[in-house]
């Protein structure tokens, strides 16, 4: 028998956003519970999980880490299953007992278990926005035919979607455009000449957010918000033109819709990742979500910059890919993404420069034509490509 309360999967359960889901899932004993965790390598945290919320399955990435945890299960008397690889992922993404999915994996990894639970109709709650812009419209023709319910989590899109009208048919006829704002990262007032000196301790040092180091490293070349945009574009079915990025330092207004009328509806908040995660958990009912409330008092400051000065554009050169990419050939937004990948890994690991992230995501779109994906399959074998071209073009900048 069919537990009432909502049984959840959280992929990526050790990261920022799955332990602030936890938090949140925490906070309401009587409404959610704890179905399925997923993790890549942090074997002694999602044995902590695993011990606090009791789920029927643990899934790590490679088989040396889900053998580790399978036996320190055993050893601390759980009961949870402990499974191991893609496949198995994709099998807690879709499993029948589950209602909701976290999909919280960073990355192009995180695609097909999206897809999976797309299938399946689950309530899928987007924080990987890879996957929609690897996905596309293969990803969108998926939740629709599987009749899942997708609700954003990335702070901008939940913040779009808590502004529109509550009707999608309503959408096209009413929004004039939608404004997804920005932080502007570490290195909004940085001079842009200086920016080759940049350490990766420095790039992710978010000034606003607390986040893992491949997303911190997106915020401080704006290179997330290009992939918000594209995001944005299939999310909520706007042309490109409809979206305007602005840089909003105090990360206090997520995200806005402006109306054919002019008005602006906008959606507010501190910035802490529970207050979306409570409402995609909750909608379209609103729940507590432990985030601090705002002091209005304090609110004195909000200011705002345009992203289109020269100056920005030479500190934050990657933006603009969003609007190319999203008026190029089908699958040309799945090259951008696995470029920007690898060059951020790349960076990490000091092998290049951080000034060279955007080199290495212009040559290797320009070096890769991508066939309109169709399937699965399709977008895997571009990714696989984009990555091979991604790798010549930061071993020959190395040379």
């Given at each position: 028998m069919k537990s009432e309360k909502s049984r959840i999967v959280v992929l990526g359960s050790t990261g920022s956003i799955g332990v602030n889901t936890l938090d949140v899932i925490e906070r309401h004993p009587d409404r959610f519970e704890v179905f399925a965790l997923t993790a890549s390598t942090s074997v002694d945290s999602m044995l902590t999980q695993c011990a606090r919320h009791q789920p029927a399955f643990a899934v790590m990435a490679?088989?040396?880490?889900?053998?580790?945890?399978?036996?320190?299960?055993?050893?601390?008397?759980?009961?949870?299953?402990?499974l191991w690889g893609a496949q198995a992922i994709e099998m807690v993404a879709g499993h029948e007992q589950a209602d909701m999915v976290m999909a919280a994996i960073v990355?192009?990894?995180?695609?097909?278990?999206?897809?999976?639970a797309a299938r399946t109709g689950k309530r899928l709650l987007l924080a990987n926005k890879e996957a929609l812009v690897v996905g596309g419209q293969l990803f969108m023709d998926t939740v629709a035919a599987g009749g899942a319910t997708l609700l954003p989590i990335d702070s901008e899109h939940s913040a779009v979607f808590q502004s529109l009208p509550q009707d999608p048919k309503d959408w096209s006829s009413r929004i004039d455009k939608i404004i997804l704002t920005a932080s502007g990262g570490p290195f909004r007032t940085r001079d842009p000449l200086t920016l080759r000196d940049v350490t990766p301790e420095q790039a992710c040092a978010h000034p606003n957010w607390v986040m893992g180091r491949k997303i911190s490293v997106d915020s401080a070349t704006m290179m997330n918000k290009a992939l918000e945009v594209i995001e944005a574009r299939f999310l909520f079915g706007v042309k490109p033109e409809q979206i305007q990025v602005v840089i909003h330092p105090q990360s206090v207004i997520h995200s806005m819709v402006q109306y054919v009328d002019n008005s602006v509806v906008a959606q507010l908040g501190t910035p802490d990742m529970r207050g979306p995660i409570a409402y995609g958990l909750s909608w379209p009912e609103r729940i507590t979500s432990g985030a601090t409330p705002l002091n209005f008092a304090n609110m004195a400051g909000l200011t705002f910059e345009e992203i289109g000065s020269e100056e920005h554009r030479r500190r934050f050169p990657g933006i603009d890919l969003a609007w190319a990419t999203l008026k190029a050939p089908a699958g040309t937004t799945a090259v951008l993404n696995a470029a920007n990948e690898m060059a951020v890994a790349a960076f990490l690991d000091r092998r290049i420069r951080y000034d060279q992230i955007h080199h290495v995501n212009l040559e290797t779109l320009g070096a890769v034509v991508p066939q309109a994906p169709n399937s699965l399959d399709d977008l895997l074998s571009l990714d696989r490509l984009s990555r091979d071209i991604a790798e010549e073009v930061i071993v020959r900048m190395r040379g």
């Open positions: 490679s088989e040396a880490h889900g053998l580790q945890l399978e036996t320190q299960c055993r050893d601390a008397g759980l009961l949870t299953r402990v990355g192009a990894a995180g695609l097909a278990p999206c897809l999976a």
